[in-house]
T-cell receptor, first 114, second 111 residues
């Protein structure tokens, strides 16, 4: 069964450093999403992406964040200057343009900012 | 208006019992209501989902009940098993837009 993959599984970085989280969505999906989950809390939406542009973003997704689809398979989330409060699990999700309406989630990247 | 409220926060059920988790939403534009199951260190995995044009959907031991007029929906897990111990999130969305998640319910099924 096709699945969303994410790399790395765990990223440790120093405050102020840039990080890039990578995702490979399911191959025939065209809608892509990033969510994050602070330990023990609910899953929060960051940004959605379709047709090579951002379709929606949350208030969390400020100028420090950017997304890109650099080629036909990868979808990346970049945090330019990490803060301590960026420490969280980051999940990529994708969905097809037709049914089912399900967003399929990857296993996540645990980001630890020291 | 974008919130989805979920209860209880945690739940302990005996093996073989029924687990019930409730959610309520405010935005009547939502048209898709999935439940996700999450094990520690893993991503949310779709369990079952419903659209507002039906009042109930059953898949194996899992049933969603949906009350459109009350803007509430619930997950029932019949014959709960220790392997069902996980965190369960309800969510809602409209079209291709973001999922709005509930706060999660940590379920423990005791042997």
């Amino acid at each position: 069964e096709p699945e969303v993959t994410q790399t790395p599984s765990h990223q440790v970085t120093q405050m102020g450093q840039e990080v890039i989280l990578r995702c490979v969505p399911i191959s025939n999906h065209l809608y892509f999403y990033w969510y994050r989950q602070i330990l023990g809390q609910k899953v929060e939406f960051l940004v959605s992406f379709y047709n090579n542009e951002i379709s929606e973003k949350s208030e969390i997704f400020d100028d420090q964040f950017s997304v890109e689809r650099p080629d036909g398979s990868n979808f990346t989330l970049k945090i330019r200057s990490t803060k301590l409060e960026d420490s969280a699990m980051y999940f990529c999700a994708s969905r097809a343009t037709g049914p089912p309406d399900t967003q399929y989630f990857g296993p996540g990247t645990r980001l630890t900012v020291l | 208006q974008q919130q989805v409220k979920q209860s209880p926060q945690s739940l302990i059920v005996q093996k073989g019992g029924i687990s019930i988790i409730n959610c309520a939403y405010e935005n009547t534009a939502f048209d898709y209501f999935p439940w996700y199951q999450q094990f520690p260190g893993k991503g949310p995995a779709l369990l079952i989902a419903i659209r507002p044009d039906v009042s109930e959907k059953k898949e194996g031991r899992f049933t969603i009940s949906f009350n459109k007029s009350a803007k509430q929906f619930s997950l029932h897990i019949m014959d709960s098993q220790p392997g069902d111990s996980a965190t369960y999130f309800c969510a809602a969305s409209r079209g291709f837009q973001k999922l709005v998640f509930g706060t999660g319910t940590r379920l423990l099924v005791s042997p």
